[in-house]
């Protein structure tokens, strides 16, 4: 049958769809333990593959140090020697098994995720414990981090991207708040053994857990994780957002920096700061940001690379914080190019403003993004990584379906209102570093 | 676990693979055509890359391929290596005749819109800047790939050896290029996910049953001739840190010694247990960082040892210390522990990597222009088949002193 519709089938048209609109999408639930020390496991058992992810996240980000640099320190170190065993012996272990184990500092969470497979789980969680119970920051170690970190720093520095991601952080929340600030050579020489074991005894060893674990879930996991941690003197993290440190924007908010008087691009960042996801406007800017640069098909996509060809890439976006958000431009642009780039962005801004956006322009972002969730939720380690946003920033389910309904239902005038409200251009830091 | 699939090839010549996953709701269009930055002409390089940025800017009945695909729920890329193109859709699966439809008009025809040509060009001058020119070392792959290969086209980078050259490109060579390269012949569909082989037999007569077969491109290559003596490179340039890099050709990509040289890769380089990581990072403390790779390309390809002196290291002590490593994994065979481990690390690696359905689908594509999509089921195999003597066999031959390229890069103050 399909054979004789070969000379007949017209290119021009677009086969049927099926609407976004009409895609149910359900967050698959995770199940909720608690250790007999408080600490919560949730477990999502989805996948047909025996591997598994779990992730240790603790209250131990750079929001509870009192000197910088403290904790991403002790959460790289966590591998770096416990009493009975040495760097080698621990990494050694882990990649025996073919497990990887990855740490990573935020602003208030630090974490420890182990990624393996299921048939090996019982050889490697044992040794997580002892990571967190007994890191030791073996002296020699620390020397080696902070040599080895300040000769990173060194090349970064000379990265135009780098040198803008941390000056733009500092505008809008402050050198000193957590989100603001950032580490210095002198940061690194001046990290001390005692303030490493200090921190990790007060928020690894004696810290705020919870743990997630995502994957073809094995049954005896849970029992494994109480053997090994419910015993632990860990707790679990008390309600609200941390620490909330004072936001102190800067009070400039033109900023034009030379990096490197030989370089060929500058890198371009825009940005205001904007509440945090408990705030009603935050999944609909969600939308409206789709629209100005969200994704490849966005405004600032099509204007700035599509037809002007000023960059390989241009960005908007939310940042992930819990206490305070921000909205980011972000781009790198030939130099010459920086200035037309900008005067484009803005241009964008104020259009956003004053038109409505059509509704086929509208029916694409709402598609898209729901396409995109469609896709986000194939498998446990995406489905994990959506309840992680979800439960670290102190939401729950309702925020994912709420999400949903509105971009289902946002409508041109709102998305205007939007606008009006959060893309004044006089509200946003402008930064070039070349 | 085993990947299954159907395979079937229409009248004009496109090989078409599906592989069936009903746990996803999406499903995945990925096209690869068999060119990439080998093909090119010396004095046109950074083409067949600018070529994949073109299949964006409209075919023959769309004038956009963007905005119907956003509409259908999916989302797309492509990359350029310098064996191949690849393309891949991901969309609902309720929709996959959107891809079809997309993928299959670009293949019919580009537009060839001047206008397309003017931006990408721009576009592409910014990725070479923002990659290989803003950024420290950001040249260093120009020079190893001259140095290593001195006839093979792997001496340029897939962005292209100039900038000059992505800036002359016309509209003419555009044409060619596509009408060359671009044909059912040349091509391999696989799609994959919730979809039926029925239903994608049906869709691919429907979409792509048409389009003319072109002729086959026959790949004629210059080889690259047998390396007789060591080579070396200095570099002065405005980086703040000296590195070393350490360049060695090993056999081609279906070779039975790859997956011995991944393994020895791995026992060198992978990770903070590694050879090169404990003595040359921890205990001797000469390098900030150090890595060892393979480049994992279809022809001949290289492993590398590269890494980031420690300030006050001189160049050749550092250098000296690597050669001792190599020189040791060559005279001692590796532990039976050493062994497993490596191993024991791919596994998990090739299972990871297949749980998404998108790798799934482009992996199935690439070992079927190698020759063969089910060699996706006997990789892991072939892994763990190698011996202890293998790997000192593949090491002596890949570590010899005289099949060295090595590039002292200093930082100029």
């Known amino acids: ?434 | 676990m085993m990947i299954k699939f159907e395979r079937f090839q229409l009248d004009n010549g496109l090989r078409v693979i599906v592989h069936e996953d009903a746990s996803t709701p999406m499903a995945i269009v990925n096209v690869l055509y068999d060119v990439g930055a080998r093909d090119e002409d010396p004095k046109k390089t950074g083409f067949a890359h600018l070529f994949e940025h073109l299949m964006f800017g409209g075919s023959v009945n769309i004038d956009d391929f963007e905005t119907p695909l956003q509409l259908a729920g999916g989302e797309n890329n492509a990359f350029t290596t310098n064996d191949f193109t690849n393309y891949y859709i991901q969309l609902p699966a309720e929709n996959i005749e959107t891809a079809f439809w997309l993928e299959s008009d670009r293949m019919l025809s580009l537009a060839f819109s001047e206008k397309s040509l003017e931006v990408q060009r721009k576009v592409v001058m910014e990725e070479f800047k923002e990659h290989y020119i803003n950024k420290p070392y950001g040249d260093v792959w120009f020079r190893l790939r001259e140095m290593v290969y001195t006839r093979h086209p792997y001496r340029w980078m897939t962005i292209g050896s100039e900038l000059s050259h992505i800036e002359q490109a016309k509209l003419e060579d555009v044409r060619n290029f596509f009408f060359k390269y671009y044909r059912p012949v040349n091509a391999i569909l696989v799609v994959a996910g919730k979809v039926t082989t029925q239903q994608v037999r049906e869709l691919a007569e429907k979409w792509f049953g048409d389009i003319p077969p072109g002729e086959k491109y026959v790949r004629d290559l210059p080889v690259e001739p047998r390396q007789h003596e060591a080579r070396r490179m200095e570099i002065k340039a405005a980086v703040p840190i000296d590195a070393l890099y350490k360049c060695y050709p090993m056999g081609a990509r279906t070779e039975q010694g790859y997956y011995v040289a991944e393994l020895i890769t791995e026992v060198l380089g992978g990770g903070t247990s590694s050879r090169l990581h404990e003595k040359l990072v921890k205990e001797k403390k000469l390098f900030s960082q150090i890595e060892c790779y393979q480049t994992g390309s279809v022809d001949p390809g290289l492993v590398i040892v590269e890494g980031k002196l420690i300030k006050g290291v001189r160049m050749e002590e550092a250098d000296k210390a690597i050669e001792e490593e190599l020189e040791k994994i060559r005279s001692t065979p590796v532990t039976e522990k050493e062994l497993t481990k490596v191993k024991n690390k791919t596994e998990s690696a090739i299972v990871f990597e297949d749980m998404s359905v998108m790798n799934r689908a482009s992996s199935l594509a690439i070992y079927e222009l190698l020759g063969d999509a089910n060699m996706m089921n006997t990789e892991l195999g072939k892994y763990q088949a190698v011996s202890i003597n293998e790997i000192l066999d593949t090491s002596r031959q890949i570590f010899d002193p005289r099949n060295s390229n090595t590039l002292y890069y200093y930082s100029e103050k």
């Open chain 1, 1 to 434: 049958m399909a054979v004789h519709q070969i000379s007949k089938l017209n290119r021009k048209v677009a086969p049927p769809i099926k609407d976004a609109k009409e895609f149910e999408l359900e967050l698959p639930p995770y199940t909720k333990y608690t250790l007999s020390n408080g600490v919560d496991v949730y477990a999502i058992d989805l996948g047909k593959v025996d591997a598994m992810m779990i992730s240790w996240i603790f209250e131990a980000g750079n929001s509870y140090e009192t000197k910088t640099g403290v904790a991403a320190a002790v959460n790289t170190l966590l591998k770096n020697g416990t009493s009975a065993r040495k760097a080698f012996d621990i990494s050694e272990h882990f990649d025996y098994y073919g497990a990887y184990l990855n740490r990573a500092c935020h602003h208030e969470t630090a974490e420890i995720t182990m990624h393996c497979l299921n048939q090996h789980f019982r050889e490697l969680i044992p040794v997580v414990a002892e990571l967190v119970t007994d890191s030791i920051y073996p002296a020699d170690e620390l020397a080696i981090y902070k040599k080895n970190m300040q000769q990173r720093l060194q090349v970064n520095l000379k990265k135009s991207d780098f040198v803008a991601a941390r000056l733009i952080d500092a505008y809008l929340y402050g050198a000193s708040h957590p989100y603001g600030k950032y580490s210095t050579a002198e940061d690194y020489q001046g990290l001390q053994q005692e303030d490493l074991v200090a921190f990790f005894g007060q928020n690894y060893r004696n810290g705020a857990c919870r743990i997630i674990a995502a994957g073809k879930l094995p049954p005896d996991l849970v029992p494994q994780l109480e053997a090994h941690f419910g015993g632990l003197s860990l707790h679990a993290p008390a309600p609200g957002p941390g620490p909330g440190w004072p936001i102190q924007p800067a009070a400039q908010k033109k900023y034009h920096v030379v990096n490197d008087p030989d370089g060929v691009q500058g890198s371009i960042r825009i940005a205001r700061n904007f509440p945090n996801r408990h705030h009603p406007d935050f999944q609909k800017v969600q939308v409206l940001n789709n629209v100005f640069g969200g994704f490849f098909g966005s405004r600032l996509m099509t204007n700035i690379r599509e037809d002007k060809g000023y960059t390989y890439g241009i960005y908007s976006y939310l940042v992930n914080n819990r206490q305070e958000s921000a909205l980011v431009i972000s781009t790198e642009a030939g130099k010459e190019v920086c200035a037309p780039a900008i005067e484009e962005v803005y241009k964008e801004m104020n259009l956003l403003r004053e038109e409505l956006v059509d509704e086929e322009e509208l029916e694409m972002v709402r598609n898209f993004a729901i396409g995109t969730v469609l896709g986000d939720l194939d498998g446990p380690f995406h489905v994990a990584s959506r309840w992680k946003s979800i439960l670290l920033n102190g939401l729950d389910e309702n925020y994912f379906r709420e999400g949903i309904r509105i971009v289902k239902t946002i409508t041109p005038e709102e998305l205007q209102q939007l606008a009006i409200k959060y893309l004044d251009p006089a509200a946003f830091f402008e930064l070039v570093v070349v």
